[in-house]
């Protein structure tokens, strides 16, 4: 019985920040707790109805007192809330340059592929001291990507990516759990983390039958469905150029400009005319129904290998 832990391993960078605001928290609510019970078992059994103490000079208002539990409470959570929200922010925003890894949620099962082209499902190996962005989508419902030992969870959804990160401190082996109810086999959704020294998970990802990397697979999928008939890079072509629009600001046919990020660029293969870039009409087929989420991730993966750098204004 005592094989089970009451709090995890602690082996992420955020995992004892984390620890410390639920720390603080529980210390706050037994501390606050505290000083309500012990008045409360003082008044009931001091003027319970037979004693003789006396009830004069009640007190009724007391501008002070009312003051005093206003104020210190809002201040400590106004504390709180500043508190927990950087580290929030922090869990939240990955470092610039971490390796991105993407994890495809279905029922019943994890499926995770490496930049380099590695698979693997229900495991995930990752890195020691290396910052690690996870790039999640579901194939069906909901599910959530939760590993205890690093104090990271977010829902996995449907349609679009979501992203969390960690930098892990320990080696070892973690769980990873679902941690959204998605169906009868919700329970069995689990795997494991494996943190290497960096050497052995070259080593890993050397030995692993990693294939092809994530960006020629892409290519592949690009070249197997023709984009690259109507997407040249140059002018006049029937789709807008590929080269260099990640993470550029994309001015659009309704006047709006949008980020093309992953969801943008996912959203533009799964539905064309949701999002349709200026000057261009909407010739391009909807890809929904014959894409993988493999495939898409693959293919997102090499619209951004195509250069992040400024492209001209056309
Ligand atoms: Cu997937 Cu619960």
Redesign the pocket.
């Known amino acids: 019985m005592w094989n089970f832990p009451l709090i995890p391993d602690r082996a992420s960078t955020i995992a004892g920040e984390v620890d410390a605001i639920y720390y603080f928290l529980t210390f706050i609510s037994l501390f606050f707790g505290g000083i309500i019970v012990i008045g409360l078992l003082y008044s009931a059994i001091r003027y319970r109805k037979a004693s003789k103490s006396s009830r004069a000079n009640a007190v009724h208002d007391h501008l002070g007192l009312e003051l005093a539990w206003s104020l210190i409470p809002l201040a400590i959570s106004i504390g709180i809330f500043v508190w927990s929200s950087r580290v929030f922010i922090n869990m939240h925003v990955a470092p610039k340059g971490a390796m991105e890894i993407y994890v495809v ?1 279905k ?2 099962m994890w499926k995770i592929q490496h930049p380099q082209g590695n698979r693997e499902i229900n495991t995930l190996h990752v890195p020691v001291g290396k910052p690690v962005k996870l790039i999640m989508t579901s194939q069906d ?4 990507f939760y590993i205890p030992a690093f104090r990271i969870k977010q829902d ?1 959804l449907p349609g679009r990516y979501t992203t969390q990160w960690f930098e892990a401190t320990t080696p070892g082996e973690y769980h990873l759990f ?6 009868t086999s ?2 069995g ?1 689990i795997g494991k983390v494996v943190v290497m020294e960096p050497a052995e998970y070259e080593q890993w990802l050397a030995g692993s039958g990693g294939g092809l990397a994530m960006t020629t697979s892409g290519q592949q999928v690009f070249q197997q469905f023709g984009c690259q008939t109507c997407h040249k890079q140059e002018a006049g072509q029937r789709g807008p150029s590929l080269e260099g629009l990640f993470g550029t600001q994309v001015k659009l046919a309704n006047g709006q400009t949008v980020l093309a990020d992953q969801d943008y660029i996912r959203e533009s293969i799964l539905n064309p005319s949701a999002k349709v870039v200026a000057g261009f009409q909407v010739l391009m087929p909807m890809y929904r129904t014959q894409l993988t989420q493999e495939q898409l991730n693959q293919l997102v993966e090499y619209v951004k290998s195509l250069g992040t750098t400024k492209r001209k204004e056309g």
């Open positions: 949620g029922q019943w419902v909901i599910h959530s996995v679902c941690a959204e109810y998605c169906g919700h329970s959704m």
